[in-house]
């Protein structure tokens, strides 16, 4: 792995003194970009970051698919705040025909301002049927979606971006071609998630790779994604490979104060300590209401139960009370166990096994892909992925 214990006063330097990250019209300042993650990045978690630090926020990932066919829950999932700017949003698909008619929809009728592309998933319900991170190896399928979806944005000024993954498995890298590609046809910038499919989230993204990828694409941002944990994280990884800006995915869950540090970090500035035990509850809080106000209280609710371990991470509440806000159903519930906080200590200062790697991990494993996939990567046959619902 490429990596270094802390990041140098000289690494900060070249790190800030690196021009300003530009997708397409937009410049973003600091130059972090928000993850799209399923279940996560709805509009009440991604507003709940921007009122830490500016950067670039996307929404959950949309199937292209359900968009054509303005599936109700996929419109819903479509939902940015007032004062959301600019809008970003992520398309999943496999056909250049659907990706192009989603596309034209989305800006035909201003329903973003910035459309990204999954091409990194891992899932194996996803790559059995040759998306996710599992359609960059068909180069000129790739090609043709890319091509697709940036002629039907470009007419809207809209910026098209693409993120991949390294690749399969080790014995199938794929990203120097998908980033060359994508470059060729088109897009704004390209994201590398410094693992392979077969990693999923375990072990160590190797940071190699995006400088790798910065070297073989020169005219548009590369931005690198992979253990981003800590605003020191995110200076050493733009120092050491080159690239443009971080992307952060798990680094954030139950930490939205982390965009905070980022920009901090970023502007040179003294990198806040993390709150203590009563502000991560009042925080807590305020997820919850911005949840209920998109979702409604029951399904928003239960919506925040898989969040509880993250912002508690590392704080001694004891099995009892964690077990309470793990199965918390209404709000009044909430704000019981919150008081009960008091017991624990609202002063108790942020641990800093709170700052560590958190979500999802895993095992390595096989990726499951359609039969015969590999021979041919310049098949351009559309697969069956279609049927995918938006967010997963």
Not at 77 to 89: A, D, N
Not at 121 to 133: D, H, I, L, M, N
Not at 139 to 164: C, H, M, N, W, Y
Not at 300 to 328: C, I, N, Q, T
Request: charged share 25%.
């Amino acid at each position: 792995m490429w990596r270094s214990s802390s990041a140098t006063m000289e690494d900060v330097t070249a790190t800030l003194s690196k021009p300003a990250l530009r997708i397409g019209p937009y410049e973003v300042d600091p130059p972090v970009v928000l993850a799209p993650m399923a279940g996560i990045t709805n509009v009440a978690f991604r507003r709940l970051c921007q009122e830490y630090g500016a950067g670039l926020y996307v929404c959950e990932m949309i199937t292209a698919r359900a968009v054509v066919e303005r599936h109700p829950g996929t419109m819903h999932m479509m939902t940015f705040g007032e004062g959301e700017y600019p809008r970003s949003m992520q398309l999943y698909g496999v056909d250049p025909k659907t990706m192009s008619e989603a596309v034209k929809i989305i800006v035909g009728e201003g329903l973003a301002d910035h459309v990204d592309s999954n091409f990194g998933c891992p899932v194996s319900k996803v790559t059995r049927k040759g998306g996710g991170a599992a359609l960059p190896f068909k180069r000129r399928l790739f090609a043709d979606i890319v091509r697709a979806s940036v002629q039907a944005a470009e007419g809207a000024g809209v910026p098209f971006t693409v993120k991949f993954r390294v690749g399969i498995d080790d014995q199938h890298h794929t990203y120097l071609d998908a980033g060359r590609i994508a470059e060729a046809e088109g897009a704004a910038a390209v994201s590398l998630h410094a693992r392979t499919a077969a990693q999923r989230y375990s072990g160590a993204a190797d940071w190699s790779h995006i400088a790798r990828l910065k070297e073989a694409v020169t005219t548009i941002p590369v931005l690198g994604n992979g253990d981003i944990f800590t605003a020191n994280d995110a200076l050493r990884m733009v120092s050491e490979t080159g690239c443009d800006g971080v992307v952060v995915g798990r680094g954030c869950l139950g930490r939205p104060w982390l965009f905070g540090e980022l920009e901090a970090a970023f502007q040179d500035r003294p990198v806040p300590d993390g709150p203590p035990l009563g502000e991560v509850a009042r925080v807590l809080r305020r997820h919850a209401e911005l949840l209920i106000e998109h979702d409604g209280t029951d399904k928003a609710l239960r919506d925040l139960r898989k969040h509880m371990a993250w912002y508690f991470m590392g704080f001694p509440l004891g099995s009892e009370l964690r077990r309470g806000f793990a199965m918390v159903s209404s709000l009044q519930e909430l704000d019981e166990l919150i008081g009960r906080l008091e017991t624990v200590g609202l002063d108790t200062p942020f641990p800093a096994e709170g700052q560590g790697p958190r979500g999802r991990q895993g095992s390595p494993g096989k990726v499951t892909l359609p039969h015969g996939w590999l021979d041919d990567p310049d098949d351009d046959c559309v697969p069956e992925a279609e049927d995918m619902h938006s967010g997963g």
